[in-house]
């Protein structure tokens, strides 16, 4: 019996949660090629190309990105490196070779204030430097590879890397009290659940646009109360902490935030046949696994 032919799959930013949750997730169908920056700097224009040809893969997961949302506001030109120009030069590097890309974009293309799940096809407007970076990514990599699907996420987690619970963990198990933002509203997203939902896009050959997060919303206070509930049942806080709700105008930061950052998922759910779990579900999850 012949062996089912796999199917060769480039991911950058193999260190970073979501490339972490990608590598652990990867199908055994796949062949899997999976680099950090410091194996392929998706700065180099000349590098990924060259790498891009050599390797000929069928599909490019691209979750390598500058992320440092405030950094940003500072760091103009190296946020555009990464965000615009090395989506697009893999954009045209997988063009070259006739393989897929799919790119993780963000909420942060959009400012929040219309306060109903954005879809895929509404207008953004992003309010910094990372949305701005993220936004003329996708734009420049929908331009250059024909077959490329944009995927849109929020609120991104896992136990690997640097994120939110984690932070709040810390947090938590240092000081009696903490504040934490109660007017963004958001839906919190477990990267493995992220790392399936792409590795089923690739298999179905999507393109376009799309949006995936976990379902239901929540406040960053509501994500950080239920973190705490969470880490308490399970053991890895030992006490409670106070969590203050503070106003956007109460923490002020480099980077202005989309206030409503829901996103319309419905569409990509539909195409691969299954809703996302709510995210309080993939909360617990993420410690279990």
């Known amino acids: ?11 950058t930013g193999a260190d970073g949660q979501l490339g972490w949750e ?5 199908p055994a169908a796949v062949e899997l090629t999976a680099c950090n920056s410091a194996e392929l700097d998706i700065t180099s ?8 040809s050599r390797l000929r893969p069928q599909i490019i997961i691209n979750a390598a990105a500058y992320t440092a949302v405030d950094k940003a506001e500072g760091e103009v030109e190296r946020a555009m490196a990464v965000n615009r120009d090395g989506a697009a030069d893999l954009a045209a590097a997988a063009a070259d070779v006739g393989a897929g890309i799919i ?15 954005y879809l895929p096809e509404d207008a953004p407007h992003p309010l910094g430097v990372y949305g701005q970076s993220k936004l003329a990514g996708e734009r420049l990599l929908l331009a250059k590879c024909r077959n490329s699907a944009v995927i849109r996420t929020a609120w991104v987690y896992s136990s690997h890397g640097n994120n939110f619970v984690k932070t709040m963990l810390r947090l938590m198990a240092g000081r009696d009290e903490l504040g934490v933002v109660a007017d963004q509203i958001g839906s919190p997203t477990w990267a493995g659940g992220l790392a399936q939902a792409l590795w089923q896009t690739a298999a179905a050959k999507l393109t376009g646009v ?6 239901g919303i929540a406040s960053w206070y509501d994500f950080a109360c239920a973190i705490q509930e969470e880490a308490l049942a399970l053991g890895i806080l030992k006490r409670q902490a106070v969590i203050r709700p503070l106003r956007t105008e109460d923490y002020p930061t480099p ?6 950052a829901v996103l319309d998922k419905t569409g990509l759910w539909q195409k691969l046949g299954a809703a996302a779990p709510h995210w309080r579900f993939n909360l617990k999850k993420c410690w279990r696994n």
């Open 103 to 117: 790119h993780v974009s963000t909420d942060f293309v959009f400012d929040g204030c219309h306060y109903r799940p």
């Open 45 to 52: 224009g000349a590098l990924v190309k060259e790498f891009v």
């Open 210 to 215: 799309y949006h995936w997060t976990d379902a």
């Open 1 to 11: 019996m012949s062996q089912k032919k796999q199917m060769k799959v480039l991911i």
């Open 22 to 26: 990608l590598r652990r997730a990867a």
């Open 255 to 260: 980077a202005r935030r989309p206030p409503y």
